[in-house]
């Protein structure tokens, strides 16, 4: 097992690939209680088609999260109650491109690590269990339809990208989970469950080596079919349409603008696209720039307004959203304000400034066991350390945030999506 | 271990000295009583406070200020406990030994919060006229923006209704009308009165010596002049009837709302089995209604129960189809009275009893958490600390869990549903 030290944010870490193909990590917390631990694949919403010992497969929209739903089943057992008997409460998600089980606890961690890698590595579907969920998906189905955030967000993805995935939702739709059935649950599990496709975090005052022992135990005897599943998407960087409406029981109307930019490569090349982006609308519209001041005191935005780079593998997006009684004036500033900034250019204090506010803010980040854990897997899959990003930040310039500003937030790339009042009949 | 100091009369420091984490955090409250006159105006006065100081004029220079401190935080902070609401600014920032050699952040952040607090930007002796007007927007918009989550909406409205004679039922932001009469001169008027006689509350998390930061907040207070009040006792619900009530609204989903009133608040030594019985009966994923509802009747995505041990006050709410709230109260009935009757397996109180001790034994593994704990307990009355917390939790009994769940009694209904 490598252990490194990373002095710029004082962290170690335990690295580990298995035998099996299950590459793992611990991050110390010597002197506190907790103890986190995430199981994840590199899986979400967006693989729907593969191909898997040279058959092709295609699932339903929404498959992924069906099968986050269903893994905690077991035979005979209640797996949710037996973590509960432990004293972990064991939680799932499933995103666009990755789905993750954990549990967070304070005692008895072995136990219920055994019990994390046991449950997310034995299938078990039945035709019955299969069919019941359908009405508790399909209730959070509902839930997210009422909630206009997530509706915003689901619109502007549908009108936007013609041929990624992301133009559904994560959730599906209770048509398409209609087809979702035990076998179709067995093929995914198979497919993406399997040791050289998967990540094991743990952060929490434990012995790294016994981590790797157990885990071991589960994941030696697994299968690894060879899988292909399509990372990257032909889709074209203009829009076709520029605004969608649709209306809803809000108070004010509320908009979300989306800029496509390209996807992000892996590695360190990846990140530094994401710090650019990052550090570009922070630039662009943050709280810290001229035209946040210029639209919160015109009335044009309020607290509720925020945006930032986003990147799901393969497709990345500049977005910002809000209330507003006028997204079609914030819209405009934004383009506008994007021009001037090419023009005239990021001065070397500002970038500095910002740079170093977003270096601290992930340094106070890393007391988060929620959100450091989170980022170890993410940064994992896209094959960077996650530790090493202080040093990325160095290598970003003033002029790569005018360039990315320069070819990304312009009316060829923008969509706008615009809930509406439901008008009072 | 938590350090009080009081610093002056009515001035309160809490610290909890603690060098694991990479930030520290410090938050002023002021604690004043939950009431309609003044919910609005304690909203808005931190929003406006956080509209720019002497030195920093504007949302801009407050950032910029912020940036220079490593990307500090600086919020406002608005807490509804029982018949208390507290409200302040709270922030959060890097510790100094991960800045750049020689830079400072604690001294200036000291003073930035304080600026922020007592230097507001003042126009003709009153608050800005411009920025005021703007907030009150803000929160105006904000209270009617609770409409766009319909949990949170159904909720607060079932509390709104059980609520009409009790603190409790104040909405936490104030109303649009409180909101719409608040005047510069009327939020200066109440600052000054806030600063002159509320009980302040502060409290610090980080590896700086408690005596040390004592003393360098004590002169802050030493030059206000402060008359300083006490407010009266933390009380129990004021009954004033419930109801019954169903709303009709544009939704796919519909919002069962359920409140029910127990004598037991968190001042009670009973307290520790009514949190049991929560949980045993709907917080979290092996509770009663979880289990039953959305597993094996497949009804629900979302149910659960909450606990207000402020007041005594147990909540129930479930998203399920918009034409099964009759079959679903009578499940939600049920299992209540399987928690009376004392049908509480050795499993369940058990789960119950592991969910509550690995919340309490990681309390102080988050800044937030640890603030959050003691902040509140502080307000709220509640004598025990995670330690002795922890151990009534494993003592209690299935018949303790029983008794306090049958103090509990039925009192307002509220559906919020789509057209059938």
């Known amino acids: 097992m490598e252990k490194k030290f990373y002095p710029q944010v004082g962290e170690t870490l335990y690295k580990a690939t298995l035998p099996s193909g299950l590459k793992m990590v611990v991050l110390p917390r010597p002197g506190f209680a907790k103890k986190l631990c995430y199981l994840v694949t590199d899986y979400g919403a967006i693989h729907r088609d593969f191909t898997m010992d040279g058959i092709e497969y295609s699932a339903p929209a929404g498959v992924a999260h069906y099968l986050e739903h269903k893994l905690f089943d077991m035979p005979g057992r209640d797996i949710t109650g037996e973590f509960a008997t432990l004293g972990a409460s064991p939680n799932a998600f499933t995103s666009y491109d990755m789905t993750a089980y954990y549990f967070s606890c304070t005692e008895n961690f072995r136990e219920n690590l055994n019990l994390l890698l046991e449950f997310v590595t034995t299938p078990y579907f039945t035709e019955e269990s299969v069919a019941k969920e359908q009405g508790i998906i399909g209730q959070e189905i509902d839930m997210n339809l009422d909630n206009p955030d997530s509706r915003l967000f689901d619109l502007l993805m549908e009108e936007m990208y013609g041929v990624h995935p992301i133009n559904t939702p994560i959730l599906g739709t209770r048509e398409s989970i209609a087809k979702i059935t035990p076998q179709v649950l067995t093929d995914c599990h198979r497919a993406f469950y399997k040791p050289d496709n998967m990540f094991l975090c743990v952060v929490g005052d434990v012995d790294p080596e016994e981590v790797a022992q157990l885990a071991e135990a589960r994941f030696a005897e697994l299968p690894n079919p060879v899988v292909t599943a399509p990372r990257e998407w032909a889709e074209p960087m203009e829009t076709t349409q520029k605004e969608v409406t649709t209306q809803m029981e809000v108070a004010m109307p509320m908009f979300q603008l989306g800029f496509k930019a390209e996807a992000l490569p892996n590695g360190i090349e990846g990140v530094k696209g994401e710090i650019i982006g990052d550090l570009a609308a922070e630039a662009l519209f943050g709280e810290s720039s001229q035209l946040y001041l210029k639209l919160y005191e015109e009335g044009l935005i309020d607290a509720s307004f925020g945006g930032g780079f986003e990147a799901v593998e393969g497709m990345a997006l500049l977005t910002a959203s809000g209330d507003s009684e006028n997204p079609q004036a914030v819209r405009d500033a934004i383009l506008a304000e994007a021009k001037r900034l090419v023009a005239e250019g990021i001065s070397e204090p500002d970038f500095l400034r910002m740079q170093r506010s977003a270096l601290g803010r992930r340094i106070r980040g890393l007391d988060s066991f929620e959100s450091t854990c989170f980022r170890l897997c993410a940064y994992h899959f896209s094959k960077f350390d996650y530790f090493e990003i202080p040093a990325v930040y160095r290598q970003v310039t003033p002029a790569d945030l005018t360039q990315f500003l320069q070819r990304v937030v312009t009316e060829d790339r923008m969509c706008m999506a615009v809930i509406a009042p439901k008008e009072v009949s | ?420």
Not at chain 2, 158 to 183: Q, W
């Open chain 2, 1 to 420: 271990m938590i350090q009080t100091i009081h610093l002056l009369p009515g001035v309160t420091l809490r610290c909890f000295p603690d060098s694991r984490f990479k930030q520290e955090g410090l938050s002023l409250q002021f604690v004043r009583p939950m009431c309609k006159e003044e919910a609005a105006l304690n909203a808005l006065l931190p929003a406006v406070l956080l509209r720019g100081c002497e030195t920093a004029p504007d949302l801009r220079a407050i950032t910029l200020r912020l940036d220079d401190l490593y990307g500090a935080a600086v919020g406002a902070q608005l807490r509804r406990v029982g018949d208390y609401q507290a409200t302040g600014l709270s922030c959060s920032f890097m510790r100094e030994e991960y800045a750049l050699p020689g830079e400072q952040v604690f001294a200036p952040m000291l003073r930035f919060l304080e600026e922020l607090l007592f230097r507001p930007v003042l126009e003709n002796g009153v608050f800005c006229p411009e920025y005021v007007e703007s907030e009150k927007r803000n929160l105006t918009a904000a209270i009617a923006a609770q409409r766009n989550d319909k949990r949170a909406y159904a909720n607060a409205q079932m509390i709104k209704r059980m609520c009409k004679g009790d603190s409790f039922g104040v909405p936490r932001l104030g109303e649009k009308e409180d909101v719409e009469a608040i005047t510069p001169e009327s939020l200066y008027t109440h600052y000054r009165k806030v600063l002159r006689e509320s009980p302040v509350n502060l409290f610090y998390v980080g590896a700086a010596d408690p005596e040390k930061l004592a003393d360098l907040l004590r002169p802050i207070f030493e030059k206000l002049e402060r008359d300083p009040i006490t407010l009266p006792d933390q009380t129990a619900f004021h009954d004033l009837g419930g109801c019954r009530e169903t709303e009709v609204m544009d939704v796919a989903q519909g919002k069962l709302c359920m409140g029910f009133t127990t004598p037991v608040t968190l001042r009670d030594k009973d307290f520790v089995a009514m949190q049991l019985f929560n949980t045993v009966f709907g917080s979290g994923m092996v509770s009663k209604l979880f289990m039953k509802i959305r597993e094996e009747m497949s009804l629900c995505y979302d149910i659960h129960s909450s606990y207000h041990g402020s007041k005594g006050i147990v909540t129930v709410s479930a998203g399920i189809d918009c034409n099964i709230d009759g079959k679903v109260e009578e499940e939600i009935l049920r299992q209540l009275k399987a928690c009376q009757e004392g049908q509480i397996t050795e499993t369940e109180l058990k789960a119950a009893k592991e969910a509550l001790l690995n919340q309490l034994r990681s309390t102080h593994d988050s800044p937030g958490a640890i603030e959050g704990y003691y902040a509140v307990a502080a307000l709220s009355g509640m004598q025990l600390t995670p330690e002795d917390y922890s151990r009534a939790v494993e003592k209690a009994t299935a018949e303790d869990v029983a008794n306090a769940a049958k103090t509990l009694q039925l009192h307002t209904v509220y559906f919020l549903r789509g057209e059938v």
